[in-house]
């Protein structure tokens, strides 16, 4: 008897180490799938922006050799204009890479300090103010009193350029409103769009690595920056999360500490992968 359940046994362990093989395999077979994929939207959104910007810059070229007195102070302005926004998307394409090599190795240096999330919301609302306009999005601050948070000032300023780019991007050219705010323990950021919302069944997925809900390239991405946005306050002891409705628009809110962890150094550090 005892033969015959020690060979039960033996059969019941390889199953399990089959399963866990092949479970091993899918997960590997997912993750050289999501590499691939990447990649190739990673090389399709790098080269975008070249074709215009080599377009813009041959055209000028051409009109400056000919006879730069025929240029209109106009047309030269919105030649440079179109440079000018396809070098500025070349390098939040290639900055985001470059969080992602660093966070995944858990190399990124954090400088923590106390911020005024208002001042940071200023200054945010003040750069978003031509591309909120171009987009046609209203954007109404509200951000009066000063509202201490603990963090690193550069990341949280990439943190407000990331959510209020995609509030434009996916906003519809309706109203966004940026506010924040603080409670006894945490300091609050909060981007409201009206615009196109994000399905029920897509709403944790965001914040994953190349996650793109909306797959259409219309919209452009390497679905890169609330990834990276999840790194930088789970680094920096904060949250974010999102209600959202699909046609009715999302609202993004991201969660700080207001003061120093005892356990924070309080100096400059690295994330851990
Ligand atoms: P991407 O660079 O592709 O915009 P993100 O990480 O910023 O990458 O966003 C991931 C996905 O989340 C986007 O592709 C989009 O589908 C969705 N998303 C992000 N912000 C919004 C928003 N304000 N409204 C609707 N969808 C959004």
Redesign the pocket.
């Known amino acids: 008897i005892s033969e015959a359940v020690r060979n039960q046994h033996a059969i019941a362990v390889a199953m399990d180490a089959e399963r866990q093989m092949e479970r091993l395999y899918a997960d590997a077979m997912e993750a050289v799938r999501v590499r691939e994929e990447f990649l190739t939207i990673a090389s399709h959104e790098l080269r975008t922006p070249l074709t215009p910007l080599a377009l813009q810059i041959g055209s000028l070229q051409r009109a400056l050799r000919a006879d730069p007195s025929r240029l209109s102070h106009e047309r030269l302005l919105g030649k440079v204009e179109i440079v000018a926004r396809q070098v500025a998307r070349l390098h939040r394409l290639v900055s985001d890479l470059l969080d992602l090599s660093l966070l995944t190795a858990g190399n990124i240096s954090l400088h923590r300090e106390e911020v005024d999330l208002a001042a940071a919301a200023r200054d945010a609302a003040h750069r978003f103010q031509e591309p909120a306009s171009r987009a046609g999005c209203a954007l109404r601050l509200s951000a009066d009193k000063p509202v201490k948070g603990w963090g690193d000032r550069t990341r949280i300023d990439q943190i407000f350029t990331?959510l209020l780019s995609?509030?434009i991007?996916?906003?519809a050219g309706a109203p966004i409103d940026l506010r924040v705010e603080s409670d006894d323990d945490v300091a609050r950021i909060v981007v409201r769009?009206r615009?196109?919302?994000?399905p029920p069944d897509q709403q944790a997925r965001?914040f994953g690595r190349f996650?793109?809900?909306?797959s259409e390239q219309h919209?452009g991405?390497?679905?890169?920056?609330?990834?990276i946005v999840k790194q930088l306050l789970d680094a920096l002891g904060g949250s974010i999360s999102v209600e959202?409705a699909p046609g009715q628009g999302?609202t993004?809110t991201v969660e700080l500490p207001r003061r120093e962890a005892a356990t924070d150094s309080g100096s400059t550090d690295t994330t851990s992968p």
């Open positions: 990331q995609n509030a991007k996916y906003g769009d615009g196109i919302g994000i965001i996650e793109r809900a909306v919209y991405g390497f679905g890169l920056g609330l990834w959202s999302s993004f």
